[in-house]
């Protein structure tokens, strides 16, 4: 019970130190490719209820965001643009928090491409973002800290390796290897409750944490606060990964081909 009891006080303690003023905050839902009709981010089911609870402890309303969810780079520029307006029709003094799942992600970008006022997404959460610099790169002036959640078990976020796992360095922008409950989640499975539970301390940990690197290792459980650290054998683990997304590409391409190993 003492356990149980330190552990909501640091919960709770974590929740108020990051919204330190949550006057007039709104955080915004958004689904990805094919995910309009999916029950997590909608009311009433647990992940959104879930941020929901979390999120009004701080007097920060929550909506979700629909677009079509079609595989298609003009419906995602149609829904950013979209995005862009909606926040734009709040109060010039509010603030934004995004949650985003997969190209959800990418419309969230693209919104922040068509906004000026500095610093008005206070955080950006992806979760498995397909990542494309070239035609989906965040505007950091926008957006104040960029957390993108990834999975070396999902294997649709680098879309075949046709998109990166991870952003490169730049300020402001954090790239967390997600385990929870000692799996690595498919892409799926980072919408689901444990995520939701915890997502929103990631920020006040990463505020504490050495910014010598933008990688880091993020360990979520139930029942326990996350663990975040450096990961410092990412450079190794991303190798492995491209080697292994080329293995299956060629495996594709050409259903002849010997099974080699990866070493």
């Not at 303690?13 to 949550?22: A, Q, V």
């Not at 029709?89 to 419309?107: E, K, L, Q, R």
């Amino acid at each position: 019970m003492h356990k149980i009891f330190l552990l909501l006080i640091s919960f709770f303690s974590l929740s108020k130190s990051f919204f330190i003023d949550s006057k007039n905050s709104v955080a915004i839902l958004i689904h990805g490719t094919w995910g309009i009709n999916s029950a997590w981010h909608q009311p009433g089911d647990l992940f959104y209820e879930t941020l929901k609870t979390n999120l009004a402890q701080a007097q920060i309303k929550l909506i979700n965001f629909n677009w079509s969810g079609q595989l298609c780079y003009a419906k995602r520029q149609a829904a950013g643009l979209n995005l862009a307006n909606l926040i734009k029709s709040y109060p010039a003094d509010t603030s934004f928090i995004m949650i985003t799942h997969s190209h959800g992600g990418n419309v969230g970008i693209i919104a922040s491409q068509n906004l000026t006022q500095l610093g008005q997404i206070e955080a950006f959460y992806s979760l498995g973002l397909p990542i494309d610099t070239k035609h989906y790169l965040p505007n950091m002036q926008v957006i104040k800290n960029f957390y993108h959640i990834f999975s070396f078990g999902d294997m649709h976020q680098t879309v075949l390796g046709s998109h990166e796992r991870v952003f490169p360095n730049q300020p402001g922008i954090y790239n967390l290897n997600i385990e929870v409950n000692q799996i690595r989640p498919q892409h799926e499975e980072l919408h689901e409750l444990t995520i939701a539970k915890w997502l929103l301390q990631i920020a006040k940990i990463i505020a504490n944490l050495d910014k010598t690197s933008n990688h880091f290792l993020a360990i979520f459980q139930d029942q326990v606060a996350p663990v975040i650290s450096i990961d410092h054998n990412i450079p190794a683990k991303l190798d492995y990964d491209q080697r292994w997304h080329q293995r299956i590409h060629q495996s594709l391409l050409s259903p002849y081909s010997s099974g080699r190993s990866l070493s």
